[in-house]
């Protein structure tokens, strides 16, 4: 979402050995032929996406919430896991 080249080179490193987006995530989940249910998370703040688009690098977690408030952060969060745009996917699969 803020094309920050530095983040890329980051985030595709061999440490995440999958990537899904929720439709390829969906699409795996209707192969297993078992009722599912994606959850969406965002697990880093404003905070961190403001320093990696200032500074190219991580290590922003927290680091202007007090002056941007927990209200503006919380808010934040719930538009990313809203529009889709979160950084997390949780996939649950019922084993009955």
């Known amino acids: 979402m803020y094309d920050v080249?530095?983040?890329?080179?980051?985030?595709w490193s061999i440490a995440h050995p999958w990537y899904f987006s929720?439709?390829?995530?969906r699409y795996l989940l209707d192969q297993v032929g078992r009722p599912y249910e994606i959850k969406r998370d965002q697990r880093y703040d404003l905070s961190n996406h403001m320093v990696w688009a200032r500074d190219g690098r991580p290590g922003g977690m927290g680091r202007f919430t007090e002056i941007l408030g927990r209200e503006l952060e919380e808010s934040y969060k719930q538009g990313l896991i809203?529009?889709?745009?979160?950084?997390?996917?949780?996939?649950i699969v019922s084993n009955v």
């Open 5 to 11: 080249p530095a983040f890329e080179r980051f985030y």
């Open 22 to 25: 929720e439709a390829s995530l």
């Open 82 to 91: 809203r529009s889709g745009r979160c950084d997390t996917l949780v996939g």
